[in-house]
């Protein structure tokens, strides 16, 4: 296992006397503090080189570090040691027989996994282990050049989905190696719409939106301190530059981000000069939905596009633009539909729930949620195929940190080449 000291965290009783200490006599530079509210603790840091001092105030009389502070008084309470994957880490030391505090990773501050070692086994260090979060890169537009068309991956930012139901009949063990689940289960999944810029601008699925209220964010873990504005402006657009957006499907992670509520309170369409194009078998269930689909279709997303006659229903496979199709593939849900895009003679696909993130590109991985998980299966190996063939582009709409690579054959094993956009 290859470990870097990422940083010292101190338990301090006093912020202001001790940035008394360590920002003016020190003449070190402070980072914004950032509240852990899971563990009541505001944190400090303050970088020193390639690692950095956390100081650690409780924010609540019951908060780990105020107890820490109320037994042994302020001082060193931990160091950080920085891990490329957290859960293969405590899987060797479990192994070896290290007592772990946390046997299963847990969020910690700035999106990253953390798990804390048992300081009986450390010798009398309490040691935290943490992946690193994100790459920077991971929500900012990236540029791609296909043909005569411009390709931009915008990035509505993350949520956190069930682990279990985002593999469907994988077992744990495997897929948590391959992603690791907070202490809720939840892995990180982004949302990355695509822009299409031709003749016209069309943008394809819109993220989550902000309409949702607490418990809804406290559910589904949602991050959007960057979201799809912050990325237009990124991309030098603004919303009255949106000519047609295209639905791979209505389920909230995508079709969000198609309506807002204004002032008054009232839902309409987001992109006010856009036709918002819909399949309409997907139209229809969204708008009937059943028991087992119900928590995924949220009516204000789409209704309110009828009632403004912006709504555009297509009922088969066809061009909506130049250079840009749909393709009905089923599985997910009944009329899912990828969006295939050629120009130049060079070919991207965006696949949306087809194979959300770059770990569901073997064929068992297939998520729990889809109703029809067989039809997932075979519209997938179809699609990867013609991909390979093809040297297609394929966008992954929810992988946390890959928006874009290749399907390559390697020595007989599929895998994603990542391709990273200008950015
Ligand atoms: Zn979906
Ligand atoms: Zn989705």
């Not at 293969?88 to 946390?102: C, S, Y």
């Not at 991971?138 to 990035?155: A, H, K, N, P, Y």
Request: with cysteine.
């Amino acid at each position: 296992m290859k470990a870097v000291l990422d940083h010292v965290g101190i338990a301090v009783k006093d912020v202001a006397a001790a940035l008394a200490f360590y920002r003016d006599a020190l003449g070190l530079e402070i980072e914004g503090a950032e509240d852990v509210a899971s563990q009541r603790v505001r944190a400090h840091f303050i970088p020193t080189g390639e690692s950095s001092l956390e100081l650690l105030e409780g924010t609540a009389a019951d908060s780990p570090i105020s107890k820490y502070i109320d037994k042994r008084g302020p001082g060193l309470h931990h160091i950080t040691l920085r891990v490329e994957n957290i859960a293969q880490a405590i899987a060797q030391l479990t192994e070896r027989g290290v007592k772990m505090i946390d046997d299963q990773p847990r969020p910690g501050a700035e999106r990253s996994l953390v798990a804390f070692i048992h300081p009986s086994a450390t010798h009398g260090v309490l040691v935290e282990l943490k992946q690193a979060p994100l790459p920077a890169t991971s929500d900012r537009v990236q540029r791609f050049t296909l043909g005569d068309l411009e390709l931009i991956s915008v990035c509505d930012g993350f949520i956190g989905l069930d682990g279990g139901a985002m593999f469907g009949v994988v077992p744990k063990p495997l897929w948590a190696k391959v992603t690791p689940a907070d202490d809720r289960n939840r892995i990180t999944l982004a949302m990355r719409p695509l822009i299409v810029r031709g003749v016209r601008t069309m943008l394809i699925d819109a993220g989550l939106g902000d309409k949702d209220g607490a418990k809804f964010h406290d559910i589904y873990r949602v991050d959007r301190r960057r979201n799809l504005d912050h990325a237009l402006a990124e991309a030098g657009l603004s919303p009255e530059d949106i000519d047609i957006v295209l639905a791979s499907h209505l389920h909230f992670d995508h079709a969000g981000g198609f309506t807002v509520r204004d002032r008054s309170g009232r839902v309409r369409p987001k992109f006010p000069r856009a036709q918002y194009v819909v399949r309409r078998g997907e139209w229809e269930d969204a708008a009937h939905p059943i028991d087992r689909n119900r928590a995924s279709y949220l009516p204000d997303n789409y209704l309110p596009l009828a009632d403004a006659g912006v709504l555009q229903l297509v009922d088969e496979d066809q061009t909506i633009m130049p250079g840009v199709r749909v393709r009905r593939t089923g599985g997910h849900t009944l009329h899912h539909q990828m969006i295939l895009i050629e120009s130049g003679g060079k070919t991207a696909a965006f696949v949306a729930d087809l194979m959300p993130t770059t770990a569901h590109l073997p064929d068992a991985w297939v998520m729990g949620f889809d109703l029809y998980p067989l039809d997932t299966l075979a519209a997938k190996q179809q699609f990867v195929e013609e991909a390979m063939e093809k040297e297609t582009l394929v966008f992954f709409e929810h992988d946390p940190a890959i928006a874009a690579g290749y399907i390559r054959d390697k020595n007989g094993k599929r895998a994603i080449e990542p391709t990273a956009g200008r950015l």
